[in-house]
Nanobody
């Protein structure tokens, strides 16, 4: 019943910035975690940032550079990415976990950081 759509990906030089957004259909609860994951070619998918009930968590690799904002009323989550590095290159996915129903994933948006 839930659909998620990411947007905002693109190509940027090292040190640049990008902002990703994800819109979720339905009415997820604040207690339902929403998160950003990323997956680079040949690598495992990894969690980047999570927002739940007003609390945010960041992976060590992005702390101080990325900021997550979740609008619990509009059912959106964004990821502001600053001082991007080549190792940030990946497909970024939005995820919503709904208790009793499971996990829902967006289609992904590509972020490429290169000189």
């Amino acid at each position: 019943q839930v659909q998620l759509v990411e947007s905002g990906g693109g190509s940027v030089r090292p040190g640049g910035s990008l902002s990703l957004s994800c819109a979720a259909s339905g009415s997820p609860r604040a207690a339902d975690p929403m998160a950003w994951y990323r997956q680079a070619p040949g690598k495992e998918r990894e969690e980047v940032a999570t927002a739940i009930s007003g609390i945010s968590w960041y992976a060590d690799a992005v702390k101080g550079r990325f900021s997550v904002f979740r609008d619990y009323g509009k059912n959106t989550i964004s990821l502001q990415m600053n001082r991007l590095k080549p190792e940030d290159t990946a497909t970024y996915y939005c995820k919503l976990s709904v208790s009793g129903k499971g996990d829902y994933w967006g289609q992904g948006t590509q972020v490429t950081v290169s000189s």
